[in-house]
């Protein structure tokens, strides 16, 4: 590799480029937001993904799926396939685990990353992987977008960092029981929700430059947590409001339920 | 180790960790290699069905070894990774220093 292929990004740190070498990244949804996370991913320097999507290219994909063209919704191509072409070509030495399924059909590889980046579209995905992480220590960030309203409709979303022994999605109240049990209500009947490529893409490089701050410490900011609040009509990305008010521990993940779930005699 | 154990999951495995305090790769030293795998028996012996071993650490690296329930030879980690701020993955056999 040239010495001026990460000249331009060399205040990320001496060690930088090793460091991101190292770090394995799984990516669940490779959909508006996982498309954007992992082209930027692999133009920093990542090497190592773990990636999950069964669905093919849509005809409605094409507004926001970053490296589709209008023939993939033609030939019903993969989105794992555009993951990969976008990973080998700018990383052709990187180590590709791809599945072409959701992750909870082979939930074992994920286990073998330190940061998992959730691209998917409900709360209860969002728990899950937020659980499967505390569970195998991994760091979490979570990044999503909806749109509301109509007089005028109004672009909100989130990006979320939840660590092991930080504060987590429900200390942050961005996971409720209210909220999945609205969501589990309105199952099957969701539709497909408004997406746009442009906040999908202030996200999903906003969740990257944090990826990256873990991995490197650039910043110096040693995070345990973070909850981003989009405002997509003012162009806003702010900390959260519930944020100021929390201290302490997180009390939803005990430190030690860890590792696989086994019976304790009592 | 039996007190360590009382009413905790049998696939609760017990790990010596130990920091050297230099930078770079690190492993067992001689008196390590000597003193510490002997000490895996007794984890054995009292949690059978999980897996035990070392972990020993330096400044900026980390060497791992697991003897898994059913094997007598401990197996070497191919990676160990710092889940922390910042992550750090320290991979078997090669060094982090510059």
Redesign the interface.
């Given at each position: 590799m040239s010495a001026d292929r990460y000249s331009r990004q060399s205040f990320l740190g001496?060690?930088a480029e090793?460091?991101i070498a190292?770090?394995?990244v799984a990516v669940p949804g490779l959909g508006g937001g996982g498309s954007h996370i992992v082209q930027q991913l692999a133009h920093i320097g990542f090497q190592n993904y773990i990636i999950y999507d069964g669905d093919h290219v849509e005809e409605s994909n094409l507004n926001r799926l970053v490296g589709a063209k209008a023939v993939d919704a033609l030939a019903d191509t993969p989105k794992l396939h555009l993951a990969k072409m976008m990973i080998y070509g700018l990383q052709p030495r990187a180590r590709v685990r791809g599945f072409a399924c959701r992750w909870q059909e082979n939930p074992e590889p994920v286990r073998e990353s330190?940061?998992v980046i959730g691209c998917v579209d409900t709360y209860k995905g969002r728990e899950e992987l937020e659980i499967v992480c505390r569970r195998y220590?991994?760091?979490y960030i979570d990044i999503g977008m909806d749109v509301h309203g109509k007089e005028p409709p109004v672009i909100g979303g989130q990006v979320i960092l939840s660590?092991?022994g930080g504060l987590c999605m429900r200390c942050m109240g961005f996971l409720t029981d209210e909220k999945l049990a609205q969501e589990a209500a309105r199952y099957g009947d969701a539709g497909g929700r408004p997406q746009v490529v442009w906040p999908n893409g202030v996200l999903a490089s906003t969740a990257v430059g944090l990826a990256v701050?873990?991995?490197?410490?650039w910043t110096r900011?040693?995070?345990?947590h973070a909850y981003w609040v989009y405002d997509g009509n003012e162009g806003t990305l702010r900390d959260s409001h519930t944020l100021r008010n929390l201290k302490g521990s997180c009390d939803h993940y005990s430190s030690v339920d860890v590792?696989?779930p086994?019976?304790?005699?009592? | 180790m039996q007190a360590a154990y009382h009413?905790?999951?049998?696939?609760?495995g017990v790990f010596h960790i130990h920091l050297h305090g230099h930078r770079g790769q690190t492993g067992m030293s001689g008196t390590d290699s000597r003193e510490i795998p002997p000490m895996i028996s007794g984890f054995r012996s009292v949690g059978r069905e999980a897996a035990h071993g070392i972990i020993i650490l330096s400044l900026d690296h980390g060497s791992a070894w697991v003897w898994l329930s059913d094997n007598k030879e401990p197996v070497q980690a191919a990676?160990v990774?710092v889940?922390g701020?910042?992550?750090?993955?320290f991979?078997s056999g090669v060094s982090?220093e510059?």
């Open positions: 001496a060690d090793e460091r190292r770090c394995t330190q940061i220590l991994m760091h660590s092991p701050d873990m991995v490197t410490n900011k040693y995070r345990s590792g696989d086994v019976l304790v005699e009592l | 009413g905790r999951a049998k696939r609760e990676s990774a889940i701020a910042p992550i750090g993955v991979e982090n510059r």
